[in-house]
């Protein structure tokens, strides 16, 4: 059994009890703090594992004053909040959960596109006001439409497949050629010609050094007029500035979801701005990814004890 964990940046009532049993049980002993905590880096004396909240910090500082760490995991598909170089020189295994929510992830871009050109919330809108008339309504099919996936991991090749099956013309940019994918029909090209070809475009990108303000303001200018664009990937990806601009004058939608991601200054410029449509970050809010993710991290613990860690990144 492992000897102590700490649960970082986590509180009592975060984890789910049944799940939170579980991964108590793996422990000697164990601890919920954070770094504000005046008695944190004391903690960190005889700690040997931590759990690491999604988001939580976990930099050079944190290792260096944890001498008997040997493992770090997270809770979630991102893990740039983690200084995983610095970890696999102290020969420190780090492990997330990549691929728990590729199906709910993938839905809801598919759900928050149909709502947007099939205008959904309007129609709901009306309807409630016991408005039942539909001459002020006329949507656009996505079949025959041009989708433009940027990234091709788990998230991205689901995104590809689902619009392959409603009949979507598709194209994408990858590091590698996705042989499976282009068998399919989807067709791979340079990352500018699928911005400047695509009726409607996503990222399928995990944030980290090659992908931090990838989309440029000169690449959200290759976006065709009308574009819609849906962002579901940390905003560091993408210059906000320049997107908000072109949405502004109207040449493109924006959706994006991860709003909590950005100060509460520049989300409210985003709600005040034509054509940006801001929602929570619930993406992969579904009941089965939930499911998947605790029973992914609690396994990642057991595989590391056991001396076969899974799901590593450094």
Known sequence: MLNKALFLDFK?????QKYFDRLTKLFNTYELSSKDNPKFFDSLKDTDVILAKMGAVVDREI??????LKFITIPSTGFSSIDIAHAREKNITVSNIGGYST???AEFFFAVLFAQVRELERARQQATNEDYSYDKFMGTDLCGKTLGVVGAGRIGSRIIEIGLGL?????????????????KGAVKKELDEVLSQSDVVTLGLALNSETEGMISKEKIALLKKGCI??????????DQEAVMERAKIGDITFIFDHSDDIDSALAKRFLDTPNCIVYPPIAFKTFEANMTKWETFISNIEMFEKGTPQNVVN
């Open 12 to 16: 009592e009532g975060d984890i789910e």
């Open 63 to 68: 290792i260096d004053a944890t001498p008997n």
């Open 103 to 105: 199906e709910s992830v």
């Open 167 to 183: 009949g979507m013309n598709v194209i994408y940019s990858s590091r590698s050629s996705k042989s499976e994918l282009d068998t």
């Open 229 to 238: 664009f849906v962002s579901l990937v940390p905003p560091q990806i993408v």
